[in-house]
């Protein structure tokens, strides 16, 4: 029954998308740190640099995409509410 339940678990977290995350530097709960996101499908990475609150981006950050893609700005409870304009 248990390994029933595992393997239906694991096949619906694949299905999904689920990634990787974890602090590489710092303080990712309450402080500042750098975090990466990493896809199970790729080995393609988000990387997120700044501050925390309550382990989500709050605050000050840079978040960087695969294709050198940044959102530098102000984030509230893991979202970005304010963008710097002078960043692409």
Known sequence: ???????????????????????????????????????????????YEGEFKNKKPHGQGIMTFPDGGKYVGEFKDGKLIKKDNTQN
């Open 1 to 47: 029954m248990s390994t029933r339940i595992f393997i239906i678990l694991f096949l619906f977290f694949l299905s999904t998308g689920i990634s990787f995350a974890k602090c590489i530097n710092g303080d990712c709960v309450n402080g500042k740190g750098t975090y990466i996101f990493s896809s199970i499908f790729n080995s393609k990475e988000v990387k």
